[in-house]
């Protein structure tokens, strides 16, 4: 076991290490020159300014020194978690995202919560209903919540419940009451997803011979779905569950942007409009070590959610 | 299975192909269904709701939305398909090449492979457009780069189920060259579900594509991209919430249908 775990974490900062590669070939490697960039986003042509106010910003960045020396030195940097100083806000980008993580945080968990208990609800409605209509509804209803776009979502919701009924702000980020629309956005595409795999996991349970015996015994059809079929769901809700959360930044940036929000989605949204190269990389690194970290834990509570995995690990 | 079968056993495949097939010919030829212009402003007419005259209402412009929706779809569906012929192309040939080569430029083609997945795929498009900037051929090669990693992973789970059969192997032992067994033999039988899948990321390709430019990174206006449509419409939600509405459901009809059209071809899709 300890091999495993091991191995799994070996595996979780060689993939780290690669999404910064792949951020750092992206933005400096490839053809484009990030100063250039950065003026044309200030409406500034590169022209306009003498060679030597070129070579000034170059060298402020550190771009004037060759690739490998500054991948070396980014590298070296990020070790020290030390993410370089905004192109646009002068400011030390660890500091940003400092600011930005907690209000994303607070998002992406009540997003999560409710995406869960949704999903959840959904899926074991879908397999339990007795009525024919509430089945089929009840089974086509998450593939129109992944069809819809999430910011189309977003502004439904607040054209009910903000304009029509006024029960919650449209935009802000104050109070726990701005919270909740842009969590139900986030959540809407997530629980759908889940209560897919949910609804196919519980129909494969329920249609095992077990099942009958369980029933013969006098237990109802929903306490066989929620007692037996539930936990046998587990290790698939658990993989889907690690993408959703794996993906609360990308989520977020929709989010925060539609409803006005500080957090991490909408640093990034702006950083990419400003061409804040340094912002752009932070956040992304931010969002594949999130991704990383997660995959890693699933990995990891895997086999206490279903014994069969070790069990067959063992038999080889 | 035929594609017959599918449409008999679902019902709605065909009404969904159909609707599919109208989108794909308005996006090349959008003035077959219109009438308007979608960039000429009509003062007198802004904000009017829906009606016989304009379908999906006007915007404060006065430019029949309808058109605008219409018009838009050049954008999406062009940028779609160029993304996921891309992402198609590179996939089989990183996918087959890999499968066949084996060894350990395999593993590392698919470690690399497994990065790309990990990240979100909004977040790498944001990458991209980032350091080439907000154009047509920038998103497409952002979109196509979230497409692409899926794609090459079951071309290669399929080449290496088809590369130990015997036809293959006597192929090879008639002489035929490595290039050519993978070209000829390997890659006729492996792009089938590979095809399949592209269709649904079609799906995602149009998602994401609008979702950028909801966030202000499609194309300049007077052009309006769906994502954008939508995203305008935010300012008139209370006054004329048709102009967010309609074109919604339209994407959301599109996105349903494709999903739709891909299970009735009989893929177990997530």
Known sequence: MTRYVLGRIATALGTLW?????????????????????????????????????????????????????????????????????????????????????????????????????????????VSARSGVARFLLRRLPAAGVSFPPFFVGLLLIQIFAFRLGWFPAVGSDGWRTLV???????????????QVLTRSLDRTLAEPWVVTVRATGLSRFAVVTRHGLRNAAPAAVNVLGLLLGATVAEAVVAETLFSRDGLGRLVQEAVLDQDVPVVQAVVLVAGAAVVAINLVVDLIHPMLDPRVTAMRRAG | MTAAVAVRRRAGTLPAGFFLLLVAISAVTPDLFTPYDPYATV?????????????????????????????????????????VGLALIAGLVVGVLSGLTGGWPDI?????????????????????VTA??????????????????GLARVARAETLKIRTLPYVEAARAGGASWLRSAVRHVLPHSWAPVLALALLDAGTAILVISTMSFLGLGPPPPAAEWGGLIAQGRDHLVAAPWLTLLPGVFVGLVLLSLDHLVRSLGRDVP
Do not use: C
Request: charge should be negative.
């Open chain 1, 18 to 126: 690669a999404v910064y590669t792949v951020t750092f070939v992206v933005l400096y490697l490839l053809p484009g020159d990030p100063v250039t960039q950065l003026l044309a986003a200030g409406d500034v042509a590169a022209e306009s300014l003498s060679a030597g106010q070129l070579a000034d910003l170059q060298a402020r960045y550190g771009l004037d020194r060759p690739i490998h020396d500054q991948y070396a030195h980014h590298l070296w940097r990020l070790a020290h978690l030390d993410l370089g100083e905004s192109f646009t806000r002068n400011v030390p980008v660890s500091g940003l995202l400092a600011d930005r993580l907690g209000p994303t945080l607070a998002l992406g968990a009540l997003a999560v919560l409710l995406a869960v208990a949704g999903g959840g609800a959904i899926a074991v409605m879908a």
């Open chain 1, 181 to 195: 629309l842009p969590a139900v956005t986030m959540a809407a595409p997530a629980a759908a997803m889940l209560a």
């Open chain 2, 43 to 83: 003062p007198a007419e802004k904000l009017l709701a829906p009606s016989a005259a304009h379908v999906f209402g006007t915007d404060e412009l006065g430019r029949d939305q309808f058109t605008r929706v219409l018009y838009g779809a050049t954008h999406t569906i062009g940028i779609t398909a160029a993304a």
């Open chain 2, 108 to 128: 590392v083609v698919m470690r690399a492979v497994d990065v790309l997945v990990s990240l979100p795929r909004l977040l790498l498009a944001l990458l991209i």
């Open chain 2, 132 to 149: 080439f900037g907000f154009g047509a051929v920038p998103t497409t090669v952002a979109v196509a780069a979230g497409i692409f990693p």
